[in-house]
């Protein structure tokens, strides 16, 4: 009878301190929205690393879950001929992968909104190869942008060979290809004998968008590298390097140890990707973040504020006074992206895989206000 009391009065203060906490965090302390990593991990990836924490396994990548977590991703771009391979970060992905392909004389194109060009501390430049930078609106490359290019780099030898594009889906501005817009470009690449590289830092947000058509299966088809980001959708760290184009297969895995990218314990990143990929998992976690994102576009736009971008991900870029904006940075965080004017400035709100309703609802109670 006691030990029933007990544990009726300790179900009781469980569910108060729970309450107590979610008033504290949510009234007290600030909310993230500045990018989707603050967290951790999904719960799934945790329980999966401590039941196989014991496990003897190969390294290097040569483990079971590693093996399996390959197999699966194969059969999800339906192309058991690709090479997979785990690398910790998005930065690594895009140097490995940039270095790797192209000869010293070689160039990579470039949005200027990149974020190769913008955020990688000149990584690519500093393996010897320009990036040259193209201005969008929307943050997407067409083959009508690398025209110009190509006819401004014909005085060989004298000029950098532009020889790889490089896209993001979502892009550093939220916004997304279509299948058209996708096909346009690899068949432009191809015509003129130019690598498509897609980074996947955001490519789940990309593929569960709202007015996306394009699937895992096609962006394969249509590429001839792309990754599977992991660290910006509920894994730990990790991406996942996708090679399509076999001519660029070979020899792949010593750019991976002469990087430092080779992890002994690449368990680790198999795990994660193996428990991402089961039962889509990576997608109902994407779906999330950009649901959240636009219960926040959506109020914005009811109280007719304007956006830099129209976006359908997770990330989106109201257009503010500076007022507000300085009464919004009280109680939550996030990027001031640009300044539209003396009153008037953009700013980055990112939702993520647990951003809860609480602080989306609290977000739009105080923007109502």
């Not at 640009?338 to 609290?362: G, M, Y």
Request: proline letters at 2%; hydrophobic letters at 40%; one cysteine or more.
């Amino acid at each position: 009878m006691l030990d029933d009391f007990q544990y009726k009065s300790n179900k009781i203060l469980l569910k108060f301190c729970s309450c107590y906490f979610n008033f504290f965090y949510f009234y007290c302390m600030k909310f993230s929205f500045k990018n989707d990593y603050s967290e951790g991990c999904h719960p799934n990836i945790l329980h999966a690393l401590l039941q196989t924490n014991l496990d003897q396994q190969a390294g290097y990548g040569e483990d079971d879950y590693s093996l399996q977590a390959k197999e699966l991703i194969k059969e999800k771009i339906k192309n058991p001929n690709s090479d997979i391979y785990f690398v910790s970060g998005g930065t690594q992905a895009n140097l490995i992968v940039i270095s790797s392909i192209l000869r010293p004389y070689q160039c990579v194109i470039s949005a200027s909104t990149g974020h190769i060009l913008n955020y990688e501390t000149g990584a690519i430049e500093a393996t010897g190869h320009k990036i040259l930078n193209i201005n969008t609106e929307d943050g997407k490359i067409r083959p009508s942008d690398i025209i110009p290019v190509l006819e401004g780099h014909q005085n060989i030898p004298h000029q950098v060979m532009p020889k790889l594009v490089y896209i993001s889906n979502s892009t550093e501005l939220g916004t997304i290809y279509n299948t058209k817009e996708l096909e346009d470009l690899f068949t432009f690449c191809k015509a003129n004998g130019l690598y498509l590289f897609m980074d996947g830092a955001r490519l789940g947000h990309g593929l569960t968008s709202e007015i996306n058509d394009l699937t895992l299966e096609k962006v394969a088809e249509l590429t001839d590298i792309f990754y599977i980001g992991g660290t910006k959708n509920g894994a730990l760290i990790g991406e996942a390097i996708v090679i399509n184009n076999q001519d660029l297969q070979q020899d792949f895995a010593f750019n991976i140890k002469q990087k430092g990218a080779l992890m002994a314990k690449g368990r680790l990143l198999g795990i994660q990707f193996l428990e991402l990929m089961k039962n889509d998992l990576y997608f109902d976690l994407a779906k999330h973040a950009n649901n959240q994102a636009m219960k926040i576009k959506n109020a914005m736009k009811d109280k007719g504020v304007k956006f830099l971008t129209d976006t359908y991900t997770n990330q989106i870029f109201p257009i503010l006074t500076n007022s507000l904006i300085a009464i919004l940075a009280e109680k939550f965080d996030f990027f001031v992206w640009e300044k539209i004017n003396e009153d008037h400035s953009a700013i980055r709100l990112i939702t993520s895989w647990n951003t809860s309703d609480e602080a989306v609802n609290r977000f739009i109670e105080i923007l109502n206000k």
